[in-house]
């Protein structure tokens, strides 16, 4: 009796199989963030878009966060972890309040935001940060900051996804010699907060037209010595 043998299947004819999505905890839900300080002045501004992937979840969504009243905090990235980042200093500087009876000044937040984010380096938060304010002699300081608390003090900076568009313009209008030459730079700019306030407003206006994650609106921060005063701006919204 003859035995009857099921044809093998070749190399080329075998089923593929297709391999499940991976999971990932992190989104980039997109936008950008600017720092400018000046002698008794800070400019912090960010778009109002939230995005993920291709799609808008909202065209008016604040990414600036007011910490106490000379330091404000802008951030992009993975907006839940932002989120829990912002409620996570906001505890400890109640904290503070509670413990010093004043509140925390500007550089002394910025090591706070460095420790806090070093301290989640293993699970990072998502999160891209600028800190701008006063600081305790009234002059305008600027933070920068990476995702696991590695930070600078700077006279201007940018994070988010419009950051290598607005950068170049930031350097070529506000860059000043190299810190390997002395004196060292200073960490503020030589503008005037008007002037602050329209470089901003430009270098938005600019990296709307090229980054699909960055429009709808500019929402700008003006810290001084009077207090804290908001302006918006709308941009392209396509």
Not at 6 to 31: I, V
Not at 161 to 177: H, R, Y
């Amino acid at each position: 009796m003859s035995m009857m043998f099921a044809p093998r299947l070749t190399e080329a004819a075998a089923p593929t199989t297709h391999a499940a999505p991976t999971w990932s905890p992190y989104d980039n839900n997109g936008g950008t963030c600017v720092a400018i300080a000046g002698e008794d002045y800070c400019v912090i501004a960010a778009d109002t878009r939230m995005s993920t992937g291709f799609s808008i979840l909202t065209r008016n969504y604040s990414k600036i966060h007011q910490i106490t009243d000379k330091s404000v905090l802008a951030s992009s990235g993975f907006q839940a972890d932002i989120r829990a980042l912002q409620k996570n200093l906001d505890a400890r500087h109640q904290i503070y309040q509670h413990q010093h009876s004043k509140q925390m000044s500007c550089p002394a937040m910025a090591q706070l935001l460095s420790n806090t984010l070093y301290y989640k380096r293993f699970f990072p938060y998502y999160a891209f940060n600028v800190l701008g304010g006063l600081d305790s002699e009234g002059r305008g300081c600027v933070y920068t900051y990476d995702a696991v608390g590695s930070y600078e003090r700077s006279g201007y900076s940018s994070q988010g996804t419009g950051m290598q568009l607005i950068m170049p313009v930031l350097d070529n209008q506000l860059k000043s010699a190299s810190p390997l030459v002395l004196p060292l730079r200073q960490s503020t700019t030589p503008l005037s907060e008007v002037e602050a306030v329209d470089l901003v407003k430009d270098t938005f206006a600019s990296a709307a037209e090229r980054d699909i994650y960055t429009g709808d609106g500019v929402e700008i921060v003006i810290v001084n010595r009077d207090g804290i005063r908001h302006e918006l701006m709308d941009l392209k919204r396509d």
